[in-house]
C-alpha cells in the first residue's frame, strides 16, 4: 500500500498516511482540533521514482537507437533479426 505525505497548512504538521490509490485524497488536518487544508506532498512515493527512471530509459535507447542508425545507414528502419524468428 502505498503511503503519502500531507502537510497540513494550519498548524505545519506533517504526517504519513496509508492509503490505498482509490482512496480519496486527505483534504483536512487529522490532528484533534485543526482541521487545517492540508496537501500532498509530491516526490516522496515509490511510484514516482519508478516513473522517473522508465522515462530515462526509454528515453537513453531511443538516442542511442538514433545514433547508430545515422552512424551506419540513412535509412531509418532497421529490422532487427528477431522479426525473422518470430515468423
Ligand atoms: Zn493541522
Redesign the pocket.
Known sequence: MPNYDYR?E??E?VFEVFQKMSDNKLTA?I?DG?S?VVKRLLGAGAGVIFRGSGFYETDNRSKSYNDGASKEKPAPKEKPAKKKVSE
Request: proline share 0%; charged share 25%; with cysteine.
Open positions: 497540513c494550519k498548524c504538521q488536518c490532528k485543526c487545517g
